[in-house]
């Protein structure tokens, strides 16, 4: 049963987030505020190349440490899902992914954030590089897939959009592929 929203004031705009604040009622007719996050839809590629999957380790200011996880990267205005993937994968891996298996979206943080995340597979490519972000310090990370299984199975992984690809995939791939 949705709330009804009474007022909605934005009290900030950035380059990739918006944040308003909305007054609601909710079902049981209460008045209250929600804190809302306009956030640019994004991408995960789960890259396997050669029974190896490839990961970006990088650090995360809003979390303070290092994360492990698939290449990803924002939606831009007029661009679709897959050509996102296609020009990340090239910018932060140096790969261009031949094909792209979707596999859905999430929302990594529905309580507060109205962001989606388009996730796909990606197992065949080419090499080719595209100019990495100016802010971006990367590190690529290659790991065998029973590696990253174990992994997996220890909950190693802590990044949403890095555990619901290998969910995914570990639930609809034969790890011999």
Not at 9 to 22: A, S, T
Not at 29 to 38: A, D, L, N, P, Y
Not at 106 to 122: H, K, M, N, Q, S
């Amino acid at each position: 049963m949705a709330n009804k929203v009474l007022d909605s004031n934005r009290i900030y705009e950035g380059r990739i987030l918006n944040l308003r604040v909305d007054s609601v009622e909710l079902p049981n007719g209460v008045q209250t505020k929600r804190e809302i996050v306009e956030h640019k839809n994004g991408v995960g590629i789960l890259p396997i190349d050669h029974a190896m999957m490839v990961f970006v380790q990088q650090y995360r200011d809003a979390v303070g440490t290092d994360l492990l996880e698939i290449p990803a990267g924002l939606v831009e205005v007029g661009e679709d899902p897959k050509e996102t993937a296609v020009r990340e994968l090239q910018e932060e891996v140096g790969l261009k992914p031949l094909s792209l298996e979707p596999c859905g979206f999430v929302y990594p943080t529905p309580g507060c954030c109205d962001e989606r995340t388009f996730l796909f597979i990606a197992n065949q490519f080419e090499a080719h590089c595209l100019k990495a972000d100016d802010d971006e310090f990367i590190h690529v990370v290659r790991l065998p897939i029973e590696t990253v299984k174990k992994m997996y199975d220890h909950h190693e992984f802590i990044d949403a959009k890095t555990v619901s690809a290998l969910g995914y995939y570990f639930s609809h791939h034969n790890m011999n592929e």
